[in-house]
């Protein structure tokens, strides 16, 4: 994409230290990080049809480089990621310059995110898809029971590769629930129904920006993204929030609240009676 | 609560030290009759229940959890409830996705001038998760069943 | 705090530890191995990992390495210099394989060390010792 080498050595040359975007090395696409404009490895520069996730490496670049400003390729997915991440105090978007990429028609159709485009597009054209719902159709036309026992067979495929909680943008912490032996017991695969996968569900509320890398990364094809999604509705039903929208507001599950939040809550307490 | 009977309904109640908790001790004093299916857990305010607590109670066994705090507005820290109303929201619609009753958990605001209050809802609760049955995700060995041993 | 270096690079390279060879990228910052990413167009893998595949890259610092070798003196691991260390291995083998025959030896290999470590390793064991027994700690 001759495009994007040229957005490269522009950022280069005009105040980014470093360029994190992908590049593809003897058929393989990985993310670089291009220092130099000049740089031979500029030449291999290619998007490719692989998504990795950028937002994760950046965290640790910012933290290592302190004093650096980077420049990085972002398709709708990864500006979400960034967005959400700075509200986190993961990522100073001061020391960021996002270059925007759209996902192309047929990407965002099998992609199925709510919006595969980031705010300002450098590269490609903005396309609409419609969000994929049929996995969470599919479970709330089952009963109770036959809901769980849905949700049991796809969980016992899970071999605890902790993929999903590995390559999710969103997960930084150093102390990680599903590592804690009083939640999860250690050794036991698969992980007792539902420990393992409501605790990444509860924890993902309010913070999945829907990129689908968790299923992705899955082994076991289990249906994470739609799990996570139904959280992002429900999310937006109770408390009227979307991560990944907003570079101001926070998620209201990150800080103790006021009464205009609950507000609706209380309503629905009263009424649901 | 009744030992060594697998079938009878347990209840896991998390009451908050400044109201729900004195309000329980209120219905006691008060000789209010509610049925012993309840375990209860002082904490010092309902903002500090993780949703893994909640989780964890499930599966040890528990077939329905209470959370009962101060009333919006009267929270001895302020605004810890806040956070409780937010997050039980949540957690109950996630639980009903994955298949676990609603029913199962119910968050209610008792202060602690409301031992009869609390009485009611100790009653009404244990009728509604009696009706539900034991929960789905008993562990089948009746080895962690047994509540106070 | 002095302006640092930028290097950052992803290498891309074949999990160690069992027979499958999934791909994975290898995460350096500076001189260290710092992560592990999964190679999302890998043939085999297809941007998967197992638990073992996600943490291949920790062992390479771990400080549970041995620095030194060690030899048991006494029922406790004492730190010694290679001389010593190796007399005592030859010695130890050559007394088993003495008293109780080749077959009384058994040999591991392992993952984490270089497909020509463990070459060497079953040679040995076939050739100098005389025995068929080498396993690895991929089959457990």
Same mark, same amino acid.
């Given at each position: ?24 090395? &003897? ?20 998007? *490719? +049809? ?19 400003? @980077?420049?990085v390729l972002v398709r709708g997915c990864d500006e979400r990621a ?72 796809? @969980? ?6 902790? *993929? ?28 007792? @129904?539902?420990? @393992? ?18 299923? &992705?990364?899955?082994?076991? +094809? ?26 101001? &507001? ?6 103790? *609240? ?9 309503? &629905?307490?009263?009424? *649901?009676? | ?149 | ?60 610092h771990s400080d549970r390495r041995l620095t030194a070798p060690m ?70």
């Open positions: 994409m001759s495009d994007l080498k040229t957005i490269v050595r522009e950022k280069l040359t005009g105040g980014a230290d470093a360029f994190l975007c992908l590049k593809n090395e &003897e058929g393989t696409t990985l993310p670089a990080l291009i220092t130099d404009a000049d740089s031979p490895e500029l030449e291999l520069v290619e998007v *490719g +049809d692989s998504r990795y996730p950028l937002g994760k490496i950046l965290i640790n670049l910012l933290r290592e480089y302190p004093d650096k400003r @980077f420049a960034l967005i959400e991440l700075s509200k986190l105090e993961q990522v100073d978007l001061d020391r960021l310059v996002m270059v925007g990429m759209a996902c192309s028609a047929e990407e965002a159709a099998a992609c199925g995110c709510p919006r595969p485009y980031p705010g300002d597009v450098a590269l490609g054209e903005k396309v609409e898809a419609a969000p994929g719902r049929e996995v969470i159709e599919e479970v709330e036309s089952l009963a109770g029971a036959d809901r769980m026992e849905w949700w049991k067979k796809q @969980f016992s495929r899970c071999i605890k590769c902790y *993929g999903c909680r590995n390559i999710c943008p969103m997960c930084f912490c150093k102390d990680c629930a599903l590592e804690d032996p009083h939640l999860v017991e250690p050794g036991v695969i698969p992980p007792e @129904f539902p420990s @393992f996968h409501i605790i990444r569900a509860l924890d993902m509320t309010g913070r999945c920006i829907d990129c689908g890398l968790c299923e &992705e990364a899955c082994p076991a +094809d289990i249906p994470l993204r739609s799990l996570y999604r139904k959280m992002q509705d429900i999310m937006e039903d109770k408390l009227e929030y979307r991560a990944g929208e907003s570079v101001e &507001e926070k998620s209201p599950l990150s800080f103790l *609240g006021t009464e205009h939040d609950i507000e609706k809550l209380e309503q &629905e307490e009263r009424h *649901g009676r | 609560m009744k030992k060594n009977d697998k079938d009878e309904i347990r209840i896991l109640a998390f009451l908050c030290n400044w109201c729900s908790y004195a309000g329980a001790d209120l219905a006691g004093v008060s000789r209010f009759q509610y049925p012993p299916n309840v375990l209860d857990v002082r904490v010092m305010c309902t903002g500090t229940i993780s949703p893994y607590f909640v989780i964890k109670a499930f599966q040890e066994g528990m077939d329905g959890v209470l959370i009962a705090g101060c009333h919006i507005g009267d929270c001895h820290y302020l605004k810890g409830n806040y956070m409780t109303a937010k997050r039980f929201g949540v957690l109950r619609e996630a639980l009903k996705f994955l298949g676990l009753e609603e029913g199962r958990l119910r968050l209610e605001w008792v202060s602690a001038a409301e031992g009869e209050k609390y009485a009611d809802v100790i009653r009404s609760f244990t009728e509604e998760v009696k009706a539900l049955g034991p929960s789905p995700l008993r562990k089948k060995t009746t080895a962690k069943a047994e509540v106070g041993a | 705090m002095a302006d640092k270096e930028l290097s950052y690079r992803l290498v891309p390279s074949t999990c160690v530890y069992c027979g499958t060879g999934c791909g994975v990228l290898l995460e350096v910052m500076g001189d260290r191995l710092t992560g592990t990413l999964p190679q999302k167009d890998h043939p085999v893998s297809k941007g998967t990992l197992c638990i073992k595949g996600w943490s291949v890259h920790e062992f390479v030899v048991r003196t006494g029922g406790v691991l004492v730190e010694t210099d290679w001389e010593t260390a190796l007399a005592a291995v030859a010695d130890g083998l050559a007394k088993a394989k003495g008293a109780h025959g080749p077959d009384s030896v058994g040999f591991f290999a392992s993952a984490r060390c270089t497909n020509e470590d463990n070459y060497l390793l079953q040679k040995f064991a076939r050739a100098v010792v005389g025995t068929n027994n080498v396993d690895h700690c991929a089959r457990l």
